[in-house]
């Protein structure tokens, strides 16, 4: 399992900090084949997550939203970090019911994410789910 972890890490990075999407998508596929065998991967969160990510910075906004809407929060995920990292999914579904012009969605996506994020600490995470919120009450 930790080596396929250094992959979701790695889609993680690319999606985030480079914005190299493509490449974001290797690693997650990457993440899955070495997860295929493992009864756990079928509902980890975090490849829908990072894999919807990827589809959202490519603009392939319908697949990025099918994709996101599978990132929900596996039983075994404990760590408030990986929960707060998995809720920003409902942010960036917003995002792509933005780009769908379903504003009504996108704010009760976001706003949703927004409620859940506050029982976390304080990260990168709670702060894009909350200015994701700021920036679609204004449209």
């Not at 250094?6 to 084949?33: G, M, P, S, W």
């Not at 991967?41 to 894999?51: C, I, M, P, T, V």
Request: charged residues 25%; hydrophobic residues 35%; glycine residues 4%.
């Amino acid at each position: 399992l930790s080596v396929a972890t250094v992959d979701i890490l790695k889609a993680y990075y690319y999606n985030t900090i480079t914005n190299e999407y493509t490449i974001a998508l290797e690693h997650v596929e990457q993440f899955r084949e070495k997860l295929k065998g493992e009864p756990i991967f079928q509902e980890d969160g975090l490849y829908y997550l990072e894999k919807g990510k990827a589809l959202y910075g490519l603009k392939r906004y319908d697949e990025a939203l099918k994709t996101l809407q599978r990132g929900i929060m596996p039983d075994y995920m404990n760590h408030p970090l990986d929960q707060a990292w998995l809720t920003t999914a409902g942010a960036y579904r917003a995002l792509c019911y933005v780009k769908l012009n379903d504003k009504k969605r996108a704010l009760e996506e976001v706003t949703e994410a927004a409620q859940k994020i506050q029982s976390y600490p304080d990260s990168i995470f709670s702060s894009f789910v909350k200015e994701t919120l700021q920036i679609i009450q204004k449209l």
